[in-house]
T-cell receptor
């Protein structure tokens, strides 16, 4: 099945800094999603982005499907951005399941 | 439009007991997925169901685990004779029928086996 790798595994920032999280996948995808898991364990949908670029406030994401990667940009980070960011992908041979990466643990310090 | 609902949010069971986890998909969604997150790990797919049908259960452990999505009512993930290794967060997701649409996740059920 499809393999999903995220980098970096851990990231520590000062409030106000910008960051880029990367997601590489091993096969062509028909679904690519980014999630934020907050410190209470809830999974928040950030982006559904199998291709192209989207923006939502301080967050934006770009997926280059032909090169099999996606990037999540966080600008002017806030302490509430802390948590784990997951990328998940779905490819046709894998059926309907999402395959998750191991996540990037983000800590934003005041 | 209410989101995906899961209950209970927290469940404590002793070894050997049964655990029943419930998931109500978003309105208009007929596809349900269950994922498990072990401590300090990412989420792993377990099973994909449509109403009255199991479509893909390739991620389910072979024994003690079962899932259903009846014509009426929520989807149920059932774990019989729980063991400590079953302690995890169990997430349910739903999506509309047809295309590989975005999956929307519920808040999860945190199962602790003592």
């Amino acid at each position: 099945g499809i393999q999903v790798e995220q980098s970096p595994p851990d990231l520590i920032l000062q409030e106000g800094a910008n960051s880029t999280l990367r997601c590489n996948f091993s096969d062509s995808v028909n679904n690519l999603q980014w999630f934020h898991q907050n410190p209470w364990g809830q999974l928040i949908n950030l982006f559904y982005i199998p291709s192209g670029t989207k923006q939502n406030g301080r967050l934006s994401a770009t997926t280059v499907a032909t090169e099999r990667y996606s990037l999540l940009y966080i600008s002017s980070s806030q302490t509430t951005d802390s948590g784990v960011y997951f990328c998940a992908a779905r490819s046709s041979p894998s059926g309907s399941r999402l395959t998750f990466g191991e996540g990037t643990q983000l800590t934003v310090n005041p | 439009n209410a989101g995906v609902m899961q209950n209970p949010r927290h469940l404590v069971r002793r070894r050997g007991q049964e655990a029943r986890l419930r998931c109500s998909p978003m309105k208009g969604h007929s596809h349900v997925y269950w994922y498990r997150q072990l401590p300090e790990e990412g989420l792993k797919f377990m099973v994909y169901l449509q109403k009255e049908n199991i479509i893909d259960e390739s991620g389910m452990p072979k024994e003690r685990f079962s899932a259903e999505f009846p014509k009426e009512g929520p989807s149920i993930l059932r774990i019989q004779q729980v063991v400590r290794g079953d302690s995890a967060a169990y997430f349910c997701a739903s999506s509309p029928p047809g295309q590989p649409y975005e999956q929307y996740f519920g808040p999860g059920t945190r199962l602790t086996v003592t």
